[in-house]
């Protein structure tokens, strides 16, 4: 399934994720899956979100540099070779992985996929695998 990421770039100062943290608790907005990079002077915070609009609209209005990417939302069982398979099917067709981000519970592991082509990506998925 292809879903809307919220990438935000912050200072790589103290207490600046913790204001961005905040912001969002305030204004009721969950975070259900988040990847944090960063390099000497900035961040980079990439995130699902409850409300992507309310998202970018708050943290805007606070001087944050915020933006959207569409990415690839991936469910495969938890077990060894099922991301290999899935990953095959997408560079056996020319698709390239950009980044990606996730972790497994209860049997089930929840990827997030930037990839060259989302919709092409998620129709070779859904045509070719049952699951991962």
């Not at 961005?20 to 961040?43: H, Q």
């Not at 980079?44 to 933006?67: G, Q």
């Amino acid at each position: 399934m292809i879903i809307k990421q919220l990438t935000v770039f912050l200072q790589n100062d103290i207490g600046r994720l913790e204001e961005l943290t905040r912001i969002l608790g305030e204004n009721d907005i969950n975070i259900s899956a988040l990847s944090v990079a960063e390099t000497e002077t900035y961040g980079i915070m990439r995130m699902i979100v409850s409300d992507i609009d309310k998202a970018m609209d708050v943290l805007k209005d606070a001087e944050f540099t915020v933006k959207t990417t569409d990415v690839l939302s991936l469910q495969c069982p938890d077990i060894p070779g099922a991301l290999h398979r899935a990953l095959l099917v997408l560079s056996g067709a020319g698709i390239s992985i950009r980044y990606m981000y996730g972790y497994s519970d209860a049997g089930i592991a929840r990827l997030i996929l930037k990839i060259s082509d989302p919709e092409k990506g998620r129709e070779l998925l859904e045509n070719h695998l049952q699951s991962c």
